[in-house]
């Protein structure tokens, strides 16, 4: 739905709206996103993050995954950085959309846990 503005200076409640309570950084981790593909053969993909939260994150990937899948994602290191290894952590696939070099996903960690490595702004009240 499109709201007509009244005022010049007003803004429109849809646009401004943000449903998150969590509060997200726009940083690009290299991750590794590994799962298993429509045919149950395992599929590893290294890709970077374009948004994260303590909750979840949102990348790009070429491997096709569906809302409600399951795909472990691991922080790798930038190319020429020596970093100790990160364990991975199951994300479930909230929602997808297609893209020119793939799909855009939305994941949500499962358990809990931190995985990113950055201090996180206080979550917005209900």
Known sequence: MTEVLKEPNEPAIESTFDRRKAKRLFLNFPVEVSGKDRNG????????????????????????????????????????????????????????HATNSGWSVGARKVHDGKIWKVSFPPAKSS
């Open 41 to 96: 053969q395992p599929v590893v993909e290294k890709t970077k993050t374009d948004d994260i939260s303590d909750q979840g994150c949102r990348l790009v990937t070429t491997i096709p995954v569906k809302r409600g899948d399951v795909v472990d994602i691991r922080p790798t290191n930038p190319p020429g950085e020596s970093l100790p290894e990160e364990s991975a952590q199951q994300f479930e696939i909230m929602w997808v």
